[in-house]
């Protein structure tokens, strides 16, 4: 069946129109003026007729002249129109084409990982990101150069880590959300973060079915497709060196509204008074109370006197811990990018090699990170261009240092005395404890807790190694038939050796934890002296192969096909291994065995229990098998048609065989207006309208057709060693893909001479059989249960608007896009219960309202009398909250509006003088709403230091006039703290315009200063994160960034090309 | 042609590597299974996380304890509503995790059994024991459920109203009815009765059932149903396999949690969910129980530690450390089989197994045996020895509910601590707990 089914696919894609000439013919190769690189799809046509033809793909054409004399016209996007008289005695016509603007010169050329499409014949939704784009931010990883530059594409900065990037809305709900990554035409297994920004060339993020459907069931999401340098045919040799330097300010600790310290010293001697420590205080687990509590106790048994502990404690009003952790543990930061790339040609061969050092200095003292990249890429065209060879290796090294961990205290602790001598400060045990174990058992390991000393003290180190080999071979079977297999080989290792010192808290701890006396007063270690090292490796393999065919044809009338056909096998493999050493001496490279399985009692409460030997194992399998077809028909440059399918194949768990499988398809059309002869519009001189259909896949590989258990085994367990399964999903035997039908419609135009260009496209997303949870009754065993569920419709539009708008001495370019989202659910299987309305995925799915959707409880304002919130029951204002919590429904909760960004885009100006150029991004969401944060009292009731609003509480009658913050109630409640903290007056207007970032440049041109020593030279410098320049909130945080704010950061750097 | 025939070439190598069968069968993840063998059965059964956790509300109903405003203070919402028997235990979340976790063990044990008919070979003796496991926890889950959301047995026994739903297979989508309190408390009897054929005498590991845990789990629910001819059957019989008992004299009471972790006379363990308060010093052993203890009573050594405030934390459990015992053991089963005895009539009979057992709680020598004729008195002593061994274990709850059926044993409880307050009073309502509002949400309750 597989056979057959490929087989079909390429006799039906190899049918070849022949149209029968008689005549002369022409034939020659278009080639650009400034680099020598063969241009394919110029349009070479007779002046004065329709008759003429396209470049193929190598540049060349050929042409049926019946005519004694012509002229043959010879015009391509971005370069001059060039005319060449014919007579019958020359043939053989080669031409060059001088680029219109140095500017604009690239051919825009899309990568969808399977092929590179002209921008002329693309029909489908692509965004391309030239070089100069990638290049404009600095940053370390490669992800965000593709912020604020993408139409279509958001940033999401709060909420599901697995989401980063959302490429036209979310079209799940549960699966996976990630949009795919394909590096150099495979999938990356990788972390992106080992892609380095100066090896890439170009990006093309695909948006819609025609795009994506290539990628089949990984699509759903959208892809970014990555593709690094390579040098170009006819090439020089070239030298490139790339260096700079980020510096970002300390994190800011004050950011997050905070009550008062004094305040919350004040709580702790309230609450100690009313016994609300009394727990932990004679806890049988010594547990740390606050520094005030301690006091307090001293007085209390008369250690010390009232005074005494009133004088301390007004002393620790005037302390903050974030004064000392912002002095003594954090740093600006400083990151520093180099890069040296070399690259050229010969006849055969064209190579490239790239060198790459990046060096971080993390935000807390001690810890860094650095990153060494070596890229190798070769390619040879042998056989008159009939074989292609290529080969390149991709290798990365990053290292991540760890000296220090964040010392963690009470707000009111402090790290030195007066004299800036290192103090300790209590971390696990009161200081009673402490105290009096040090008095009675001296030796014992000192117990105590000094951060300022641990400054340092870890050796923690992860390395990664990441090899990418990559192999491809193509030969060309007979003109425009071409095979080609391409092979990737991915091997990822990954070693962490964090090393904890005796000297450290924790390995301190640890060994007296498991120290025992004996009735005469004998000490045992249960865990040896020396350091602790906790060892795991990882290790990832995947081998991808993809075969493909590909036909491509231009008739002589001027019309093209291209197709691809082919199969793609993937498997990727890893596994994980993690054992502690105790008893560690990194100098001798000796360690001690510990009885992992004993139940030793613990020194400090008495309790059994054992040594955590953390010792783990992992090990995944995935594989894919997927057939793919591509074709296209283009009829002379107005109209051209596209079909893709493809069917993925996977190891998914436990679905059933016959629904391993999914086939998704699109289809699409382009219809370039301007070609038209009646066609006569001069201020649009390029006009193309496009549209595609079809269906992209999504999968959600943790739902399962069957009953699924995790095994698991611990030394530590009732039982020692005794394997455990533990229930992880219930069976699901109608579990399906999800798909995604995708509409796409799509307006292309370009002004007179480049001026104004742009992009409209409008487009539908209908999420269809998505992975929802419908509630099931507890009494299952299960609170929801996972299956197909939900439909979601998605439209919006992507405006992209390129404008120079003065073009002399002075140069000013304007980039903008306005992305419009706008999400709703259109089916779900069941009503979820409001409690559901308030999780913190944000996701709550609700037929007719976005899937992100921002809810309250309706609001009653504070009960004049106590302070206490109130919504409303039956109609009524009541304080009745879990009466009001257990009654309200989905319909009667209030909805404020969408939680993701509905509009939004950025603008960029880029303005240039001789050698400068300056340009700024101003970046801008609208038409959505959040959720503030404010006081909790349950968190208060045990003494946390918590939101700043608990300063703006309810106090006495008429404060309810000037504030929303509820009383503070005696006792726990969950229900009112639930019933404000999720009611509708928390609910903000998150829409902000930001100013992101400004970019300054000055280039040096050869004929510059220093002649021969370089091509090109810019300096350039770049500012991040400036900060926001209007929004609709008065809360004072930022929107977006509503736990840590972006830091502030300024970059330089040189850029040298030789 | 010869183009033609290129292309097949190529066609054919390239279609040739795709006929790997297999390859799309390798599973994705090394510890995840779908499991179906007889081992993953016992590795699902032998979770003792979920399948030996007990619900802590059967203690939080109980007069084992008291507590004080800071313990008030320290309760967690649903806790509060169980300790002044407001009738509800739920949460804002809608989640009800002592209801819940106890279906979830219901739900593992349905699977078991399913997978296990699947096993068409015959008669096998992992088998039976697997199966005969499945069906104790089964009963064990829905015996706890009986207990905290259904009436007393004698009290709902003839009321025709669902109230649980019975769920009888692991699929997730099937209709369910709500079973009332005879029919809940026959499924129990069944399965338990099934499983005393299955099970081997004395199980591998403590964590697992077995027949002497099977028959002590019986007498439980015998005794629960006020038929105590048979909880006496049952007793006997577990005796009859183990009834070996610890010498408290030779348990060291330096520790702060004295009793040996899986010691000798556990039968089943078992242990209640844990959460700070079960372990907090706010939890106060009940002062009438804890004075009447004799100097001489080792219990009193052993069972408690005097905190801070000179107050007494129960610091007993037989699970050797904080987190609080709920499991069968040895102590239990005697107990049982002497109130059974007197209340057979067999006052003597009944009195030596209460002595029997007493002897290894006193210090060596100083016990003096319990003596007397009447059977009232002496349902009385063993009563309140019942209640002084098995104090923090979850059974009082059970015996509460049961002698309020018997006015010279009933005792109507109130609470007054921290601002709030509860009473109750057994013998005069047939106090459940509510289904979680959640579960009712669901159309006819048990879908």
């Excluded at chain 2, 934390?313 to 053991?329: D, H």
Aim: proline share 4%.
């Amino acid at each position: 069946m597989k056979i057959f089914y490929t087989l079909l696919l390429y006799l039906g894609l190899a049918i070849t129109p022949l149209i029968a000439q008689t005549s002369y013919t022409v034939s020659g190769v278009v080639t650009s003026e400034q680099d020598n690189t063969t241009l394919p799809g110029v349009s070479v046509l007779i002046k004065g007729s329709t008759t003429g033809t396209v470049t193929d793909e190598t540049g060349r054409y050929k042409l049926s002249i019946t005519t004694e004399s012509a002229t043959l016209v010879f015009s391509y996007l971005g370069f001059t129109t060039k005319e060449v008289s014919l007579n019958s005695s020359r043939s053989e016509i080669d031409v060059s084409l001088a680029p219109l603007d140095m500017e604009l010169s690239q051919v825009e050329v899309l990568a969808t990982g399977y092929q590179e499409i002209p921008r002329e014949r693309a029909n489908g939704s692509f965004v391309g990101i030239d070089k100069e784009l990638v290049n404009r931010r600095v940053s370390t990883g490669i992800l965000e150069r593709l912020e604020d530059v993408t139409p279509g594409l958001i940033f999401n900065r709060e909420g599901d880590e697995f989401e980063a990037i959302s490429i036209r809305g979310r079209s799940t709900i549960y699966a996976n959300a990630q949009p795919l990554i394909v590096v150099d035409n495979f999938p990356y297994d990788g972390p992106i973060e080992n892609i380095n920004p100066n090896d890439v060339e170009s990006m093309t993020v695909l948006k819609d079915a025609a795009a994506a459907s290539i990628w089949g069931a990984r699509a759903g999401n959208g892809v970014i497709v990555i593709t690094t340098k390579r040098a170009k045919a006819g090439q020089s040799f070239r030298v490139s060196f790339n260096a700079n330097t980020t510096v970002a300010e300390k994190p800011d600790l004050f950011y997050n509204p905070k009550m008062e310290v004094s305040s919350l010293v004040d709580l702790h001697r309230e609450l100690f008074e009313r016994g609300n420590f009394n727990s932990n205080i004679n806890s049988n687990n010594k547990p740390r109370v606050a520094p005030a509590v301690e006091v307090l106790l001293k007085a209390r048994n008369g250690e010390i006197s009232q005074s005494e502990a009133d004088q301390l404690l007004e002393g620790f009003k005037s302390r903050d811990f974030r004064n000392d952790l912002d002095r003594y543990f954090y740093q600006p930061s400083v990151n520093q990018q180099y890069a040296l790339n070399l690259s050229g040609s010969g006849n055969v061969h064209q190579y490239n090699f790239a060198l790459g050092y990046d060096a971080n200095s993390s935000e807390v003292v001690g810890n860094s990170n650095n990153r060494i990249t070596l890229t190798q890429n070769n390619q040879w065209k042998l056989l008159e261009n009939r074989l292609e060879l290529g080969a390149g290796i991709y290798w990365v090294q990053s290292n991540n240092n760890t000296t220090t961990d964040l010392a963690q205290g009470w707000i009111y602790d402090r790290m030195t005395d007066e004299e800036g001598n290192p103090l300790a400060i209590s971390r696990s045990y009161s200081d009673r404890y402490i105290n009096s174990i040090e008095a009675e058992r001296a030796d014992l390991l000192n117990w105590r807790y000094v951060p300022l000393d641990e400054i340092g003290l870890l050796d923690n180190r992860s390395r990664t190694n990441d090899l990418r080999l990559n192999a491809n071979i193509g030969y060309q079977l007979f003109p425009g038939f071409k095979a080609e297999v391409r092979y990737q080989y991915w091997n990822n290792q990954v070693e962490t050796r964090n090393h904890s010192p005796q000297e450290t808290f924790f390995v301190r701890d640890l060994i007296n934890q498991f120290s025992e006396f004996d009735q005469a007063g004998l000490l045992t270690r249960r865990i040896p002296l020396g350091g602790i090292l906790d060892h795991s490796t990882g290790r990832g393999d995947s081998h991808s192969l993809r075969a493909m065919l590909s036909y491509e044809k231009l008739t002589k009338t001027g019309n093209r096909i291209n197709a691809i056909g082919g199969y793609e096998i993937k498997s990727l493999t890893s596994y994980q291994d993690a054992m502690r050493y105790f008893g560690y001496d990194d100098q001798l490279g000796l360690s001690s065995a510990v009885d992992p399985t004993t139940r030793f009692r613990r020194l400090y409460n008495n309790a059994l229990a054992t040594i955590p030997a953390n010792q783990s194992h992992r090990g995944n399998t995935d594989r894919f098998i997927s057939y793919f077809a591509n074709a296209s028909y283009q009829i002379d440059t107005r109209f051209n048609f596209s079909a893709s399918t493809r069917k993925d194949q996977s190891n998914l768990f436990g679905v059933n065989a016959n629904q391993r499988g999914v086939p998704l398809w699109s289809i699409g059309g382009g219809y370039t207006i301007s070609e038209e002869k009646w066609y006569r519009f001069d201020a649009l001189p390029y006009l193309r309208l496009r549209m595609t259909y079809g269906y992209n896949g999504n999968f959600d590989n943790r739902v399962s057709a069957f009953t699924t258990a995790r095994y698991s085994i611990s030394p530590s367990s009732t039982i020692p060693n005794l394997p455990i399964a533990a229930i992880m999903s219930p069976p699901n035997p109608n579990l399906g893909w999800e798909k995604i039908r995708n509409i796409n419609l799509g307006l292309d135009f370009g002004s007179k001479n480049g001026k104004i260009s742009g992009t409209f496209e409008f487009y539908q997303k209908n999420g269809e059989d998505l992975i929802g949870d419908i509630e099931v009754p507890a009494s299952t065993g299960f609170f929801n249960f996972r299956g197909n569920f939900a439909n979601t419709s998605t439209v919006g539009y992507d405006l992209n608007l390129n404008a120079l708008i003065i073009d002399k001495g002075v140069k000013w370019r304007t980039d903008f896009f306005w992305s419009f989202v706008k999400e709703k659910v259109t089916r779900y299987d069941f009503t979820l219960p409001p409690a559901n309305f308030f999780n913190t995925s944000g996701i709550n799915p609700y037929v007719g309202r976005p899937l992100f959707g921002v809810y309250g409880y309706p609001w009653a304002g504070l009960n004049p009398e106590n302070g206490n919130p109130m919504g409303f029951l039956d109609g009524i204002p009541s304080e009745d909250h879990r009466g009001i919590l257990t009654s309200i429904t989905p319909e009667t909760l209030h909805y404020a509006g969408p939680g993701r960004p509905v509009h939004f885009g950025s603008l960029r100006n880029t303005v240039s003088w001789k050698g400068f150029e300056f340009s700024a991004n101003i970046s801008f969401r609208l038409g959505y709403y959040y959720r503030r944060s404010s006081v909790s009292y349950n968190n208060i009731l045990t003494g946390t230091f918590e939101h700043a609003d608990y300063e703006r509480r309810w106090r006495e009658m008429g404060d309810e006039m000037v504030t929303s913050v509820p009383s503070m109630p005696s006792v726990p409640n969950s229900f009112r703290d639930a019933f404000y903290l999720n009611s509708e007056v928390l609910i903000e207007k998150g829409d902000h315009i930001r100013l992101q970032d400004i970019r300054l440049a000055y280039s040096f041109q050869e004929s510059g200063l220093a002649g021969g020593i370089f091509r090109n030279l810019s300096l350039y410098s770049y500012v991040n994160n400036l900060g926001i320049l209007w929004k609709a909130t008065k809360d004072e945080l930022d929107p977006d960034f509503r736990t840590t704010l972006p830091k502030r950061s300024i970059a330089f750097g040189v850029n040298w090309n030789f | 042609m010869n183009q033609f025939i290129k292309v097949l070439f190529v066609l054919y190598c390239f279609v040739g590597i795709s006929g790997c069968e297999g390859f799309l069968d390798e599973k994705p993840s090394k510890s995840l299974v779908v499991p179906d063998t007889l081992e993953d059965i016992q590795a699902l059964l032998d979770g003792d996380a979920l399948m030996n956790i007990d619900a802590f509300t059967l203690f939080l109903q109980s007069d084992d304890f008291e507590l004080e405003a800071p313990g008030v203070a320290q309760l967690i919402d649903w806790q509060r509503n169980a300790v002044f028997w407001k009738g509800e235990i739920d949460s804002p979340t809608g989640v009800t995790a002592e209801y819940f976790n106890i279906y979830r063990k219901i739900f593992v044990a349905h699977f078991a059994i399913e997978e296990l008919e699947k096993f068409s070979t015959g008669k096998s003796q992992i088998k039976d024991d697997l199966m005969g496991q499945a069906l104790f926890y089964r009963a064990y889950g829905y015996f706890t459920l009986a207990q905290l959301f259904m009436p007393d047995y004698s009290k709902g026994k003839d009321m025709d109203v669902g109230i649980l739903p019975l769920r009888s297979v692991s699929q997730l989508d099937v209709a369910v009815p709500l079973a009332a309190v005879s029919q809940i408390y026959s499924e129990i009897v069944k399965n338990l009765e099934q499983a005393l054929t299955l099970l081997p005498d004395k199980a591998k590991y403590q964590t697992r059932p077995s027949k002497v845990a099977t028959h002590g789990l019986l007498s439980r629910v015998n005794l629960a149903m006020g038929d105590y001819d048979k909880a006496l059957v049952n007793a006997l019989a577990a005796l009859n396999i183990q009834s070996e008992l610890m010498d408290y004299n030779s348990i060291d009471p330096v520790n702060t949690y004295p009793i040996p972790f899986l010691n000798e006379e556990i039968v089943f363990n078992g242990i209640q969910s844990a959460y700070s308060f079960s372990f907090s010093t706010n939890l106060l052993v009940n002062s009438e129980i804890y004075q009447s203890y004799d100097s001489m009573d080792l219990r009193k050594v052993l069972y408690f530690t005097i905190n801070r405030d000179g107050l007494p934390n129960f610091t007993g459990s037989y699970n050797g450390n904080f987190e609080l015992f709920s499991g069968i053991a040895v102590d239990e089963l005697i107990l049982t089989a002497a109130e059974c005895l007197v209340r057979a009539g067999e006052v003597q009979k009944g009195m030596e197994y209460l002595n029997r057992l007493l002897e290894t709680r006193w210090v060596t020598g100083s016990f003096v045996p319990f003596e007397t004729s009447s059977s009232q008195e002496a349902l009385e002593i063993i009563l309140f020895e019942r209640r002084k061994s098995l104090l923090f274990r979850s059974t009082r709850w059970l015996d509460l509910r049961r002698l309020s059926n018997e006015p010279s044993f009933h005792k109507p409880m109130a609470r007054e601590a921290g601002g709030f307050s509860g009473k109750l009073d057994l013998s005069q309502t047939a106090y459940a707990l509510k289904i979680p509002a959640r579960e009712l949400d669901f159309e006819g309750a048990g879908q």
